[in-house]
T-cell receptor, first 112, second 114 residues
Framework: GENVEQHPSTLSVQEGDSAVIKCTYSDSASNYFPWYKQELGKRPQLIIDIRSNVGEKKDQRIAVTLNKTAKHFSLHITETQPEDSAVYFCATNPDSNYQLIWGAGTKLIIKP | DTEVTQTPKHLVMGMTNKKSLKCEQHMGHRAMYWYKQKAKKPPELMFVYSYEKLSINESVPSRFSPECPNSSLLNLHLHALQPEDSALYLC?????????????FGPGTRLTVT
């Protein structure tokens, strides 16, 4: 079945710097790639997603890139702010499975 | 209204108790989900309802019993739970069940089994 690996497990960056989180997947039929943010004690919330017919998508300081050949997708956060501190989960939806397969999560720490 | 609500926020129950978790959405979503989340782990899918019918059961023990009374409500009935069932239980909804639509999560119920 589909497997999603997410790296790093913890990322600490200085406020104002950029952060990049990467996920790799195994099923070439995967066609949807969302990123969820979960602040401490809060619910997961979708922050950005990308579909397999698109290589990059941006929303203000957040961007996601997809490399279908290499089977990886990445979350880019620029000009990081304290409110970006959270756990970020990547996920994918293999064509043969109606469920989301989640990565293990990345704890992003923004240092003041 | 783009919010999923869950009650209760916290629940402590003994291994012989019976309790229920409740979830509600008024976004007209046709798919609703129950997830279990342990600390520092991603959400783990338990059940999926599509058009009020159970479509996915991820081999969840029978001590967890889901129910979908109508298109806006989702319940999770609990009985004879084990301490290892202590976790955050999240409800979510989406337009359709095929996994390619945003899932809106509720705030969760923090369950402790003593």
């Amino acid at each position: 079945g589909e497997n999603v690996e997410q790296h790093p497990s913890t990322l600490s960056v200085q406020e104002g710097d950029s952060a990049v989180i990467k996920c790799t997947y195994s099923d070439s039929a995967s066609n949807y790639f969302p990123w969820y943010k979960q602040e401490l004690g809060k619910r997961p919330q979708l922050i950005i997603d990308i579909r397999s017919n698109v290589g990059e998508k941006k929303d203000q300081r957040i961007a996601v890139t997809l490399n279908k050949t290499a089977k990886h997708f990445s979350l880019h956060i620029t000009e990081t702010q304290p409110e970006d501190s959270a756990v970020y989960f990547c996920a994918t939806n293999p064509d043969s499975n109606y469920q989301l397969i989640w990565g293990a999560g990345t704890k992003l720490i923004i240092k003041p | 209204d783009t919010e999923v609500t869950q009650t209760p926020k916290h629940l402590v129950m003994g291994m012989t108790n019976k309790k229920s978790l409740k979830c509600e959405q008024h976004m007209g979503h046709r798919a609703m989900y129950w997830y279990k989340q342990k600390a520092k782990k991603p959400p783990e899918l338990m059940f999926v309802y599509s058009y009020e019918k159970l479509s996915i059961n991820e081999s969840v023990p029978s001590r967890f019993s889901p129910e979908c009374p109508n298109s806006s409500l989702l319940n999770l009935h609990l009985h004879a739970l084990q301490p290892e069932d202590s976790a955050l239980y999240l409800c979510a909804s989406s337009q359709h069940e095929d996994g390619t639509y945003e899932q809106y999560f509720g705030p969760g119920t923090r369950l402790t089994v003593t």
